[in-house]
């Protein structure tokens, strides 16, 4: 039908009945009454913004701390591989020295490996129940190429640092892909948002810019390879436009869930295989570091009588400068453990303020994140919120003295048509009445989104 046909057709609507009641609102009135409806849109809208910069603040003075806690992490890192490099050089000092007791601590050695193997292989199968074969023949070959003298130095204790710096570095890389991910989206909605009021020069007169525009402290950033992403992290980075209330939600549970299982690597000590009480995430790690590192197995010489004879031999305690080199790699590998504690503690950091801050953002955007959606919608002369019918309902017969119930049809920025109730006792020349009829409107838009 053509414009005028459609004209006809509203009037005609507003003039007859309606499921046994009539117009309330007269066709001059209804601009009115969109007009007030609108007024209080506006105001929501301009709310939602006012929230939007509040997550924009949030996120800034997150990423102040964020960066300040990678510049130790940098520090710590330093430091730690300092001490590392030190008790390498201390080892192959001693190293060097080893042929003092070659004949006795080689039949000692023979003794040893057997019995170290078993150790190993029966403490894997206890605790990690699968590929005790596969770890029995890592070992035996790990031995076979091995000294004695790794038993005498701790040698695995420096392999454990080295061990240990890798999952901190995985674990540092997964924390920044989703503090990354936060600064996009949080970005994302500030955008969309300024976007839509920045003809109000009452709150946009100045240019906000971006967060990189307006935060960007000149901090080292860890650099990633392009194609390392978390599984976890892939959805977020093929499908950006998540709808709003969906958008930080997954990145919150992802913290929470590496943070549970971090949790037992980062209380697990640099030494011994049987933390009390017993802790799965604990022991799995343990397992996995026996997979991937056979010295591991190393710790358990003290259950092994040949095992301990290599470390009271007395020829090597005599030899001269002997225990001084001895003592300078203890001190070194001490200094170095106490680095990737200290390293571990500022993980510890960053995984609470990514799980902290996701957990606000997260209900700052289900409160105020909607509006981001208006980003592209151009409002129209009479406003965001258009009426078009205001009927009576039909007298409720169970209470025929109550005033009937008010049915108004609405359009809310370019969703479908909304019928909605108000109660009979508002008038609908009374203010509170479009306020009743906005603020309904604007919670099933919400809803709509959410779902």
């Known amino acids: 039908p053509g414009a005028g046909t459609m004209a006809l057709l509203v009037l005609l609507s507003l003039l007859l009945p309606w499921e046994g009641g009539q117009a309330l609102v007269p066709p001059s009135e209804l601009k009115q009454l969109s007009a007030a409806g609108s007024k209080y849109i506006d105001t929501e809208v301009e709310n939602a913004i006012n929230g939007v910069k509040q997550m924009k603040s949030l996120m800034e003075r997150t990423s102040k701390d964020h960066q300040a806690i990678l510049h130790s992490l940098e520090e710590t890192q330093r430091r730690k591989e300092e001490a590392v490099q030190l008790a390498r050089e201390k080892e192959q000092e001693l190293a060097a020295r080893q042929d003092v007791c070659n004949d006795t601590v080689l039949a000692l050695w023979e003794e040893c490996k057997p019995c170290l193997k078993r150790s190993c292989v029966r403490f894997y199968s206890r605790t990690c ?57 949080v970005d994302e909605i500030f955008q969309d948002s300024t976007q839509l009021y920045a003809h109000l020069p009452s709150f946009f007169r100045g240019p906000f810019g971006t967060f990189r525009e307006v935060f960007h402290p000149p901090a080292r950033r860890v650099p990633f390879p392009q194609q390392r992403f978390s599984r976890e992290l892939q959805p977020f980075l093929q499908h950006p436009r998540l709808s709003f209330p969906q958008l930080f939600q997954p990145l919150f549970q992802l913290a929470q869930r590496m943070q549970d299982e971090a ?27 026996i997979r991937r590192n056979s010295a591991g197995c190393l710790r358990l010489r003290d259950q092994c009588h040949k095992c301990r004879d290599i470390l009271a031999l007395e020829c090597w305690q005599a030899e001269a400068g002997q225990g001084e080199l001895r003592e300078q790699l203890e001190d070194a590998l001490r200094l170095a453990e106490r680095f990737s504690r200290r390293y571990d503690e500022l993980l510890r950091s960053l995984q609470a303020e990514m799980l902290n801050t996701t957990g606000l953002l997260d209900q700052l955007n289900r409160q105020f994140g909607w509006v981001s959606r208006l980003a592209n919608l151009t409002q129209g002369s009479d406003g965001y919120l258009q009426v078009t019918t205001v009927f009576s309902k039909a007298p409720n017969l169970g209470e025929p003295s109550a005033p009937p119930d008010t049915q108004v049809t609405v359009q809310l920025f370019d969703s479908e048509p909304l019928s909605l109730r108000v109660p009979g006792n508002i008038p609908w020349d009374d203010p509170r009445f479009m306020e009743l009829v906005a603020e309904q409107a604007l919670q099933h838009y919400k809803q709509n989104l959410i779902e």
């Open 129 to 185: 129940h699968s590929g005790s074969g596969l770890v029995g023949r890592q070992l035996e070959e790990f031995l076979n190429h091995s000294s004695p003298f790794s038993i005498w130095v701790d040698g695995e204790r420096l392999d454990r640092l080295l061990e240990q710096d890798r999952h901190q570095e995985e674990r540092l890389e997964e924390l920044e892909e989703g503090f990354s991910l936060l600064e996009d989206g």
């Open 263 to 289: 949790q037992g690597g980062w209380d697990q000590p640099l030494g011994g295989f049987f933390p009390e009480p017993r802790n799965f995430s604990q022991e799995r790690m343990v397992c996995r570091e």
